[in-house]
């Protein structure tokens, strides 16, 4: 039967209302549901009162009626009567502010005129606002990790000489080899031996040249992992305060000593007022009866970065990254192949005419090799002697180590070969012969240098 009758009602309040009120009366512009458990003065607060089967008619002055029922969940409704006679809506008395632990909030809760302020808590320097780095969750300011960035880095990101031999990878190089353009890429080879200063590598290996990544990325505490012994005081969410004896409808407050149960200073909002960190416009503030508080992200450059300084403590705002910005967690797969540009790798210590050798460590400068040949035909040499001859090779200084090519068909039996600078420019090659008399044939021997 309630349930029949409420919906007859919903149908014919409109056409009531208007009856009652010559066609343009307020009875239908209040409508009050009041909850279990209600009183008597809060269903009847104007006494006379007429039962009309499940339902309880009452006019009042001006004409207007007020119908009271009982919808299905056992509730009073109050229908009609405009807004006095105590029937009309409820009285706001306290707004407060939640935001996330990213801000600041000051201001809550307005219970009479006021504004809720919020500003950006003062972050750590080069910390970007992300998302967890190895799931879903709320964002957090955090520096970056390598799987922030995809492999977007090309050589117009790197700044000239900002890449160090360090970053570049081994990549299969054996000691003494060099990068060599083997015409599509960068690749360690074998240096190529010529009497001007080459750029080395001849591209051996098939796989292009690598930043070693510094494997070093900032541990995020997980929160799940922080108990009370790890928690400085007054660090503790509401969230994890017990009841501490308070009753239905007590509020947490300072009592000035700690926070404590309290019950709520009565009073009424008059207006709430919104006020953000620049980089968001507030419309709608402040809210003196119904409205809503509105924040907008401010317009910014293009490529700009919500990070906080580059240099020190402070408040984020909108700027581009900058070296500091970014920890080192660039490795090969954030590189595309062939992106670095000879410009972007670092001096390292390198003077002119070096180049880049793998030491059997690392990448580092090199002197140039230089290297010269000539066709020697060393004469019969008895047993225990030794016969000198010389090759010009330009360059050469006393104490250079020289290392010495000997053509396979003058290698014989119980003999040695050596090198060393005799005079500026010029290489002295020794055959020693410990067997007996030998006359070596004649070959195309080669004089190397590398500093």
């Given at each position: 039967?309630?349930k029949v009758f409420f919906?007859?009602?919903?149908?014919?309040?409109?056409?009531?209302?208007?009856?009652?009120?010559?066609?343009?009366?307020?009875?239908?512009?209040?409508?009050?549901?009041?909850?279990?458990?209600?009183?008597?003065?809060?269903?009847?607060?104007?006494?006379?009162?007429?039962?009309?089967?499940?339902?309880?008619?009452?006019?009042?002055?001006?004409?207007?009626?007020?119908?009271?029922?009982?919808?299905?969940?056992?509730?009073?409704?109050?229908?009609?009567?405009?807004?006095?006679?105590?029937?009309?809506?409820?009285?706001?008395?306290?707004?407060?502010?939640?935001?996330?632990?990213?801000?600041?909030?000051?201001?809550?809760?307005?219970?009479?005129?006021?504004?809720?302020?919020?500003?950006?808590?003062?972050?750590?320097?080069?910390?970007?606002?992300?998302?967890?780095?190895?799931?879903?969750?709320?964002?957090?300011?955090?520096?970056?990790?390598?799987?922030?960035?995809?492999?977007?880095?090309?050589?117009?990101?790197?700044?000239?000489?900002?890449?160090?031999?360090?970053?570049?990878g081994q990549r299969g190089?054996?000691?003494?080899?060099?990068?060599?353009?083997?015409?599509?890429?960068?690749?360690?080879?074998?240096?190529?031996?010529?009497?001007?200063?080459?750029?080395?590598?001849?591209?051996?290996?098939?796989?292009?040249?690598?930043?070693?990544?510094?494997?070093?990325?900032?541990?995020?505490?997980?929160?799940?992992?922080?108990?009370?012994?790890?928690?400085?005081?007054?660090?503790?969410?509401?969230?994890?305060?017990?009841?501490?004896?308070?009753?239905?409808?007590?509020?947490?407050?300072?009592?000035?000593?700690?926070?404590?149960?309290?019950?709520?200073?009565?009073?009424?909002?008059?207006?709430?007022?919104?006020?953000?960190?620049?980089?968001?416009?507030?419309?709608?503030?402040?809210?003196?009866?119904?409205?809503?508080?509105?924040?907008?992200?401010?317009?910014?450059?293009?490529?700009?970065?919500?990070?906080?300084?580059?240099?020190?403590?402070?408040?984020?705002?909108?700027?581009?990254?900058?070296?500091?910005?970014?920890?080192?967690?660039?490795?090969?797969?954030?590189?595309?192949?062939?992106?670095?540009?000879m410009d972007d790798i670092?001096?390292?210590?390198?003077?002119?005419?070096?180049?880049?050798?793998?030491?059997?460590?690392?990448?580092?400068?090199?002197?140039?090799?230089?290297?010269?040949?000539?066709?020697?035909?060393?004469?019969?040499?008895?047993?225990?002697?030794?016969?000198?001859?010389?090759?010009?090779?330009?360059?050469?200084?006393?104490?250079?180590?020289?290392?010495?090519?000997?053509?396979?068909?003058?290698?014989?039996?119980?003999?040695?070969?050596?090198?060393?600078?005799?005079?500026?420019?010029?290489?002295?090659?020794?055959?020693?012969?410990?067997?007996?008399?030998?006359?070596?044939?004649?070959?195309?021997?080669?004089?190397?240098?590398?500093?």
């Amino acid at each position: 039967m309630v349930k029949v009758f409420f919906s007859i009602l919903m149908l014919v309040l409109p056409f009531f209302a208007k009856s009652q009120n010559g066609g343009g009366g307020s009875f239908a512009d209040v409508v009050r549901v009041i909850p279990r458990p209600f009183t008597f003065s809060q269903i009847f607060p104007i006494g006379n009162k007429d039962f009309l089967r499940n339902a309880f008619v009452k006019q009042v002055s001006g004409g207007d009626t007020i119908i009271f029922f009982v919808d299905t969940y056992g509730n009073f409704v109050r229908v009609g009567g405009g807004t006095g006679g105590g029937g009309g809506g409820g009285t706001v008395t306290s707004v407060g502010l939640s935001l996330p632990g990213s801000f600041s909030v000051v201001g809550t809760p307005v219970t009479a005129a006021g504004t809720l302020t919020a500003t950006w808590l003062s972050q750590n320097q080069n910390r970007f606002l992300l998302s967890p780095s190895s799931g879903s969750g709320a964002p957090t300011f955090r520096t970056m990790a390598a799987a922030d960035l995809p492999a977007i880095v090309d050589s117009t990101k790197v700044l000239t000489g900002a890449i160090s031999l360090n970053n570049i990878g081994q990549r299969g190089a054996a000691f003494g080899q060099v990068v060599r353009w083997n015409g599509t890429a960068w690749r360690p080879g074998e240096p190529t031996v010529s009497t001007l200063p080459p750029i080395l590598g001849d591209g051996s290996g098939g796989s292009p040249l690598e930043i070693v990544s510094g494997g070093i990325t900032n541990a995020l505490l997980n929160s799940a992992a922080v108990d009370s012994t790890k928690v400085v005081n007054g660090a503790i969410s509401l969230d994890d305060i017990g009841q501490r004896g308070a009753s239905s409808g007590q509020v947490i407050g300072w009592n000035g000593t700690a926070w404590r149960p309290s019950t709520p200073a009565a009073g009424t909002v008059t207006s709430v007022g919104l006020s953000l960190p620049g980089t968001f416009l507030v419309s709608g503030t402040p809210v003196t009866a119904a409205g809503t508080l509105t924040a907008n992200w401010i317009t910014q450059n293009q490529n700009s970065f919500l990070l906080s300084p580059s240099s020190a403590p402070g408040t984020p705002t909108f700027r581009t990254m900058v070296a500091a910005d970014l920890p080192a967690i660039v490795d090969s797969t954030k590189v595309l192949n062939g992106a670095i540009s000879m410009d972007d790798i670092g001096q390292r210590g390198a003077s002119s005419g070096q180049v880049i050798g793998w030491n059997g460590t690392a990448w580092r400068p090199a002197t140039v090799i230089i290297s010269a040949t000539a066709s020697l035909d060393f004469p019969s040499t008895a047993t225990d002697a030794v016969s000198d001859l010389t090759l010009a090779l330009s360059g050469a200084v006393f104490g250079d180590a020289v290392c010495i090519g000997v053509p396979n068909g003058s290698v014989a039996g119980s003999t040695m070969y050596s090198g060393w600078v005799s005079a500026s420019n010029t290489i002295t090659i020794r055959f020693l012969n410990v067997g007996a008399a030998q006359d070596p044939a004649a070959g195309t021997f080669r004089a190397t240098i590398v500093r």
